[in-house]
């Protein structure tokens, strides 16, 4: 490790900030050094309890990070956020409308939030995010909050890797059959019923009691409160975070934490064994033109893909 | 090629339905005689016009690909659909809720319905969807239309492989906004404003417009038009299908086509070298007995999943 690094390393673990943007920074555009202080970092990761707030777009996720943000900070916990944003390829970055209303913790040093957006590379975000949680974790913050649109595969897995999942629904169109639809009925630990104030509250909360009682669980499995908020006003999220202390406590008593943990570690190196191999097979120069070589075959009818990834594999085509 | 696969491929390019239903069971399934159909089939692809439809969730895209279905049909083309639920790992299947209105096409020879759930399989669900759309392309399908919900990295890249994109919007709870940070906006060749007589509609037209104002094009590029349907009625309906005519003539004057098949293709190659990694090197039972270890020395504090990973990588740890 090269003593630039190693200062680096010194100073997120110090909590210092601009080494922590320095970090992310680095992670967040999967520079090569972003692995080495990764790994320099990984024995002061553990100690931060990592929340995923996720649900539909439009169910007022940012408000209510921003709500829990307030709260923690109020208990006097450090908070550092990770807010995910899908591909843009356009924008060329995260749109940042929602997160201004974050902006309520604005200027308070315990609170660190960073924005990512995808680089269009599917994996990519979602090893990005989850090393932002650890660097962090590194730096000291006592809750890692990490957001994401709740729809989608690459999306899920972000949130998944949570010690503790809230999916945020509100009574508009048909959320609880839409989440369900995007499997976030299965990941939620604890459920904001949002907006709480407003018609079909009541209905939705039924929908989801009813989806919640086709989960199979037995006397010992954790079943979801569900938690009704208006996170404009800040009703109802005290008791929210009282639910979200029941989880922690529920995990840590019974072992699960550390299963948690061991899948998020068995996802964390299968990420990385993938990212490793996109890059040698797809990406560097020689493994690009192998690629538009065999692509070209293919078009004109020489081949099929199927004989083309087999040559990509057996290593056949040089 | 052993006698019963061969008697599948001429049954799915003859489009025998119970052939194809079979081939598609054995696609979805990730079945490995399912690679030897699909490569025996390719050389009769290419010819279907393949449509993708996505949107927001809510948006109305069943209905509308339900009507679209029924315009094709009455101008005397046969039609396949792959419409793709996002992972659900305790329903363990796709929710049929939506699909049921499509049944306006039940019994009709000249269509072919598939609902098909991810196997909670990052890149299966996008392989799978795409191979499909192959089987019915070979089954000489003249329109295969792919339906997908549009929010997620996994769920654009099924899309972005068609050669039409229909994204469909609705006047409701911010849906431009939530469309662009998905990225949909980024992968439309035609916008249909569903339910557009509801309030709101001109008000979101005229987002579409401003969203499509800020990328970048020249005198030859395609500018995605935008159609007010009702999908429910059939309003709009015909001139939709009018500019997706347009879309597809265009893309085939200016080689356009070409050009995206070629993505299309490179993609499919990625698919499967990745699909076929990931098997060897986290699914065969030594493979994970491997994994397994590896994420105990991790939790153990004895290595990093950055170690972890590159000990995979090098093939060190047996």
Redesign the interface.
Known sequence: MNAAVERLVAGVRAGDVPSVARAMTLVENREHVA?EI??AL??STGRAWRIGVTG???AGKSTLAAALISSFRKAGKTVGVVAV???????GGA?L?DRVRMGVAHGDAGVFIRSMA?RGD??G?SAAAQEACDVLDAAGKDVVLVET?G???????VIDAADTVVVVLHP???DA??A????L??IADVFALNKADRPGADRLEQEILLSLG???HDATTWIPPVVRVVATTGEGVEALVAELDKHRADLETRGRL?ER??KR??Q???L???T???EK??RLPEARNR?DR???E??S?RT??????RR??DGTTP
């Open positions: 692995a990764l790994h990984w024995p539909p777009p439009g944003d899908p591909t843009s390829p356009f924008t749109l409308g995808s599917l994996g975000l649109v729809v989608g595969q690459t999306e899920i897995e508009e169109a048909g059959v839409q369900m639809k995007a499997g009925m299965e086709l989960r199979a550390d943990r061991m570690v068995e964390r190196i299968r990385l064994v993938e490793d191999l996109r097979l797809f690629l065999l692509v070209l293919v078009r009818g099929t893909p199927y004989t083309a990834a990509i594999l």
